[in-house]
């Protein structure tokens, strides 16, 4: 019996029966599910209900990805509004230190020609714009030339002391050798014994104060002034300080050591006084 049946024409169109009868059950939801009290209406909740987890999940994947797409946008944003608010910062940053320079500069032409009007001299203000690259000469460039009245020998000071002579000018800048330079030449004398000297730089660095007679009273302490006799310096700007003294063989002379009053690796202006002094009085 059970290969009669295997045999029979039901048996043998099975998958075909099957689903033209399932054709005709969708076919028949579809066209009579969305009228009230149609027998399609359970089935289609069926199907719905079978499918809900399915549209769920579907609604929740378009829901994650356009809050991933927001998030994507906002994250975008927030870096732009970073790099902008750092090129801000970074712009905010450089003119905070050109204001501080700009004060800082202020300061030094404000101390400047407080030292001007204290000398009662002619004089301009200039830059240092350059340094001799050598050992050998200590020279230091000036932002001001002949255009602005300078010539050579011209005496350069600041606010802390004597600072060298121009030896070279140019129309729009000058070279001004330095007192600690080997080849400068410096009358001088100790504020406090009135003691007399020369004071000039050094091949090692350093200047000393030549010539002082070795029975003369020279502390370390005192201070080394212009003696103003040079013609190019007035007398009283201070040059330095005495850092050593000592009496060395059966010479004649003292020797004098000076500290600088003016640290020249540090120096941003200076005044170049234009008007020669008026000859110096007799010291003493």
């Known amino acids: 019996m059970a290969r009669s049946l295997r045999s029979s024409f039901l048996w043998r169109n099975r998958v075909l029966l099957t689903g033209g009868a399932l054709l005709l059950l969708a076919i028949n939801i579809f066209f009579t599910g969305n009228r009230p009290g149609a027998r399609a209406e359970k089935p289609s909740h069926a199907l719905l209900w079978a499918l809900r987890p399915l549209q769920n999940s579907t609604a929740e994947l378009a829901g994650d990805s356009k809050g991933f797409f927001h998030d994507y946008l906002d994250l ?106 080997h080849n400068s030449g410096l009358d001088a004398f100790d504020q406090r014994s009135r003691a007399r000297g020369i004071v000039a730089g050094e091949i090692d660095a350093g200047i000393r104060m030549k010539y002082v007679d070795r029975t003369e009273d020279v502390r370390p302490g005192d201070a080394i002034v212009t003696a103003g006799m040079d013609g190019n310096f007035p007398g009283g700007l201070l040059i330095g300080t005495v850092a050593a003294v000592s009496q060395e063989g059966p010479g004649l002379f003292l020797k004098v050591t000076v500290r600088p009053a003016v640290d020249f690796s540090a120096l941003e202006q200076v005044l170049i006084l234009t008007q020669k002094p008026a000859p110096a009085a007799g010291q003493g």
């Open 76 to 181: 975008v944003n927030v870096r732009q509004e970073n790099d902008q608010l750092k090129r801000q910062i970074a712009e905010l940053q450089s003119e905070h230190i050109q204001m501080i320079e700009l004060r800082v500069e202020n300061r030094h032409l404000k101390n400047l020609l407080e030292l001007r009007e204290a000398l009662g001299m002619s004089a301009i203000a200039a830059r240092v714009i350059g340094v001799d690259p050598s050992e050998i000469s200590h020279t230091l460039i000036l932002s001001q030339g002949a255009a602005g009245g300078l010539k050579r020998n011209d005496a350069v000071i600041s606010t802390d002391g004597v600072v060298g002579k121009l030896i070279a000018v140019g129309p729009d800048s000058s070279r001004v050798m330095l007192i600690d330079d």
